[in-house]
């Protein structure tokens, strides 16, 4: 899958994955989402952002999630 909207670049945000080469990481959006935040209110805090902006944002999230595993409790039992 390739993503024209994400970048990585060491000399930004040291290197954390950004939107289209703006101050604003793909964590940023995704935490925004996470914490209930409509597209609209993120497109409203973040002016620079579009809709598809966020989509691709959350589509990277979670690509990159589907290529790790991550450390996780078990439920118990």
Known sequence: MTFRRITVDPDLMGGVPTIRGLRIPVATVVSMVADGMSVTEICADLPDLTP???????????????????????PSA
């Open 52 to 74: 598809a902006d966020v989509a691709e944002a959350l589509r990277y999230a979670a690509e990159t999630v589907r290529e790790r595993q991550l450390p996780l409790l078990r």
